[in-house]
Nanobody
């Protein structure tokens, strides 16, 4: 059984910062690409940031220059450092990992963590 657990969400004023973490645990052989998504009320889930196992990254235009994704493979953890937060960043943030458990590469999701940015 594999589990992804996010933490670090909360309420912050516009211009503030938060750091999200997502730790994977369970029967994990290897973790490949890790991603952060977010879903605001009434909107579709959108891809925010991607990090490959070799640390290459990619970001949505809406958060470029403000958010940084990173990972610690020794801890099976991915992070999202969010700076200069705006009210439009308010959403539930989900981590996603493509990982090898047993003999199959599958996508796993965390339960989500709420980020609320007040104006």
């Amino acid at each position: 059984q594999v589990q992804l657990v996010e933490s670090g969400g909360g309420l912050v004023q516009a211009g503030g910062s938060l750091r999200l973490s997502c730790a994977a645990s369970g029967k994990i052989v290897r973790i490949g690409t890790m991603r952060w998504y977010r879903q605001a009320p009434g909107k579709q889930r959108e891809l925010v940031a991607t990090i490959l196992r070799g640390d290459s990254t990619n970001y949505a235009d809406s958060i470029k220059g403000r958010f940084t994704i990173s990972r610690d493979n020794s801890k099976n953890t991915v992070y999202l450092q969010m700076n200069s937060l705006k009210p439009e960043d308010t959403a539930v943030y989900y981590c996603n990992a493509n990982l090898l458990s047993g003999t199959a590469w599958l996508d796993y999701w965390g339960q989500g963590t709420q980020v609320t940015v007040s104006s």
